[in-house]
């Protein structure tokens, strides 16, 4: 449809959402008889027995709850180049790497062409509702994108991250040109095999288009931030390489030279309005549309562990509107963010209910089960009862299962969301947090959100100096008696031990969760540690994560490290700079 359609239609998307929704219920039977019956002769279904029944109840019995451990073996074997049905009807050909950030190392998950058209779809409904609120004109995108080294497996099979799957499907160059949204940068900067080098040509086809850019977008927002962070740093030198015509010598790949050679010309006007523009701006605020005078908004996924980059995002971007993409996960899609006006901050994503089959797990219960286990010291762990899509209830929190057409069934993804309301009948979530990030050492649980609140709090401290906290992490260190908390942070300048003393306690104080608080109180967790790192120690762990094989679209800084994240912890712990306990108890 897309290919011959030049601008998407809509109203018809929207039309079909709707009429999608309505009925979330009787859609999500529809949809896991299709999964079911399209992958019913895959060995992992054959072996659970449901001998060709397709509803839900006889699912639910045969099928069991599965995290990504449990299928490591199927998944392997396919990777591996065993091309009989392992987990789909269909052979898979082509492996997703999760960006692994929050686990450590990068998981391999099946990829397919439902998988794609999943994808498409939750863009153009996304699409479809942002433009009926922020309409862009003919022209481009500025798309800070990036692809992961593309591998291939022991069986031969392609391996690169979701994204560069999707960056290199033809149907997504289609896609965004229905969209309005097309890369203003070539193929070759996307694909670049350096992410320095792509980034800095990124600005520049951003520059040399200035006038044509609608909309600034990256898969997470931490890309944006990064890139104009990277702009305070290489302006002026972006600004001779317009001036004069040249691409700077930083720039040393040939098939990204030759692409952009196309498009530098001499153009020393452009580069003193730049220049000026640059020399004009107080602190770089409103740096975006300085640049880019026809922007209409900011795109990217900005809530979960992007939040904590509003704060410099906002202040790049000026007035312009940020809008929160939408919710997936290399393993599937979940929902798109149709209230495009809602602050990133509040978004929510309303599930497309078909496009997999969801279970929910519902938190509150099964939190205090966890403290009674906790309590009773012998660890029964209680089996948990998912509720379905339409079943869950407003203001409640859960963790989601997917069971999608790429192969997985009743999957833990690991995500805890919360239902804010809904949309016809289907839910619209907002994302809580990853559920294995936590901050725990005795009856004490503090999520991803609870650090960046604390985190936040005591930033303030230091804004007075105009400074601010570039990226942080935490550690729960066990190795002293008792355990405490280990709070990374980097700061973009020198502030003193008084202030940062100060930041310290503040965010001991910042934990306002009861465990926390009353296990302070009687030492059982000893005092907060602040560890100040040096500048770049950030970049060091992105660099880890590049290595792996993951890429800068999808990555997410590791917001508390592990056990099973050692090399991270030792970057981190080798690059400190300073360090205070606090005393705030
Ligand atoms: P990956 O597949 O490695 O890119 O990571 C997927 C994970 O990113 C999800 O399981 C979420 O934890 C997180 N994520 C994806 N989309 C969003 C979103 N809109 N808001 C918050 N977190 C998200």
Redesign the pocket.
Known sequence: MLEKMEILDVEMVIEEFEAMTKDAGSVQRETLKKILEENGCAEYLQNLGLNGRTDPESFKACVPLVTHQDLEPYIQRIADGDSSPILTGKPITTI???????QGK??F?PFNDELMETTLQIYRTSYAFRNREFPVGKGKALQFIYSSKQSKTKGGLFAG???TNVFRNSQFKNAMQAMQSQCCSPDEVIFGPDFHQSLYCHLLCGLIFREEIQLVSS??AHSIVLAFRTFEQVWEELCADIREGILSSRITFASVRSAMAKLLKPNPELADLIHNKCTALSNWYGLIPELFPNVKYIYG??????EPYLKKLRHYAGELPLL????????GW??A?INPNLPPES?T?AVLPNIGYFEFIPLNENVEELVQDKINTSFVSAEPKPVGLTEVKVGEEYEIIMTTFAGLYRYR???VVKVMGFHNSTPELN?V??RNLMLTINIDKNTEKDLQLAVEEAAKLIAGEKLEVVDFSSHVDVSTDPGHYVIFWEISGEVSDEVLKECCNCLDRSFVDAGYISSRKVNAIGPLELRVVWRGTFQKILDHYLGLG?ALS?F?TPRCVGPTNNKVLQILCGNVAKSYFSTAF
Request: charged share 15%; proline share 2%; aromatic share 10%.
């Open positions: 997703s790497l999760s960006s692994g950030t929050t990068p998981k998950v991250t979701a994204t898969t997470f996924i900005m809530t979960g562990s992007m929160s993409a939408d919710y997936g996960s290399s393993e979940i929902g963010n978004a994503y993804l690991g995500d994302f947090c990853r993951a999808q997410k």
